[in-house]
T-cell receptor, first 107, second 116 residues
């Protein structure tokens, strides 16, 4: 089976940088994805890492180290609208989601 | 970009009734569709995976006779919650992939089901 661990909550101020770590144990692995979900909404895709290294998409970056079974999502120049839950998800034949990290951005 | 719709967006029903939720891929053909359930403040839990024209594959602990899934075409999958009970109240989300694989899934907006 799969298990994923990520912090439950993070609070930061506008303009700050937040890193959300995700460690995983899985029997099969094709890649690691990150999703954002606002209250009452559906998840939206942020990034996908199949290979080791850093993927950058605007203010958000994602990193993967397959040898360490570890990845992180980096949120830069935080804005109020970034307040949401962020889920890492391991991909094998299905998506298995972590419990989610609630990010609260304060003015 | 790929768009997935769900209908209805919310539904309230009486205990014992059945509810059908539709998931449509609007601008691409979805080889595979996934149904998730999410309880408040919890993660998404995969319920089942369906491929067009074949029976759905249910995750362990999900009752296939209670949650009927039909993937009738490459753009439509339906989830029917039969004989719904209050404990079935949840946020049901579908996602669709355009090929055999899970690396790129496009999520629908979700359906909030409340069973009285």
């Amino acid at each position: 089976g799969q298990s994923l661990e990520q912090p439950s909550e993070v609070t930061a101020v506008e303009g700050a940088i937040v890193q959300i770590n995700c460690t995983y144990q899985t029997s099969g692995f094709y890649g690691l994805s990150w999703y954002q979900q606002h209250d009452g909404g559906a998840p939206t895709f942020l990034s996908y890492n199949a290979l080791d290294g850093l993927e950058e998409t605007g203010r958000f970056s994602s990193f993967l180290s397959r040898s360490d079974s570890y990845g992180y999502l980096l949120l830069q120049e935080l804005q109020m609208k970034d307040s949401a839950s962020y889920f890492c998800a391991v991909i094998d034949y299905k998506l298995s989601f972590g419990a989610g990290t609630t990010v609260t951005v304060r003015a | 970009g790929a768009v997935v719709s769900q209908h209805p967006s919310w539904v309230i029903c009486k205990s014992g009734t059945s509810v059908k939720i539709e998931c449509r891929s609007l601008d691409f053909q979805a080889t595979t569709m996934f149904w998730y359930r999410q309880f408040p403040k919890q993660s998404l839990m995969l319920m089942a995976t369906s491929n067009e024209g074949s029976k759905a594959t249910y995750e362990q602990g999900v009752e296939k006779d209670k949650f009927l899934i039909n993937h009738a075409s490459l753009t439509l999958s339906t989830l029917t919650v039969t004989s719904a009970h209050p404990e079935d109240s949840s946020f049901y989300i579908c996602s669709a992939s355009s090929r055999e694989g899970t690396d790129t899934q496009y999520f629908g907006p979700g359906t909030r089901l409340t069973v009285l």
